[in-house]
C-alpha cells in the first residue's frame, strides 16, 4: 500500500548510484596522495565575487604572504576572488600555493597562481571539504556568502563534537564578522544555551596579517602541526 503512495513516476526512476561510490573513492584516493606530500598548510575561505581592487583581496594576497613567510603553505578552493589572492600571495612569496578546485556551473575557475603539481579538481563538495579540514592546521575565513559560511561552521562542529582535532579559525574583517559573532555569544550562548563557552574559544577576530600570524604562531608553540584526523 505504502508503495502504491509514492510520487508518480517514482518507481519509474533508474539511477546509477552504485557506481558512484567508484568516482567517489577515486577522489578520495587521489586527494589523500597528493595533499599528504604538500606539508603543513593554512586554508583561506572567503567569496569568489571579491574584486582585485576591492579592500579584501588584497588583504588576503597580503595574509597569504605573511603565511607562507612563517613557514606554512597556503590551500584556497583554487577558483577568483578571494581564492585567487590567497593562492597569489602564496606565489609571489615563493610559497607552496594549492587549489583544491570544484566543478560549477558558475563563478568557479582555476586561478593562475596554483602550482602546477598542486591544483586538484573535485566533483563532489564533500570530497573537497575534507580535504580542506584534514589537511589544514588552520582556518583564515575571510568575508563571503554561503560557501564560506559552510565551511566555517562545519569545522567549528566537527571540532566540538571531537571529530578533528582542534585548530584555529580566524574570521577576518571585523566589519564583516561582528555582527555574527555578536549573535553567536548572545543568542546562542546566552539567550538559548544551544552552544557552550568552550564552543567558541578557537575562534579569533582579527583585521590585520600580523594578527592573523600571531594566532597561528601562538597556537602551534603548544600544539604539533599534524593532519587533524
Known sequence: MRNEN???GWNEIKTNDSWAIFKIVGEFVNGFEKMSQIGPCVSIFGSARTKPDEKYYQLAVDIAEKITDNGYGVITGGGPGIMEAGN???HLSGGTSVGLNIDLPFEQHDNPYIDS???LDFDYFFVRKVMFVKYSQGFVVM???FGTLDELFEA????????IQKFPIILVGTDFWSGLMDWVKSTLLKTFSTISPGDIDLIHLVDTPEEVIKVLNDFYDKYELSPNF
Not at 567549528?156 to 571529530?163: F, N
Request: proline share 10%; glycine share 16%.
Open 88 to 90: 597569489k600571495g602564496a
Open 156 to 163: 567549528i562542529t566537527l571540532i566540538q563534537t571531537h571529530k
Open 117 to 119: 603539481d598542486k591544483s
Open 143 to 145: 568575508p563571503g556568502g
Open 6 to 8: 509514492r510520487p508518480k
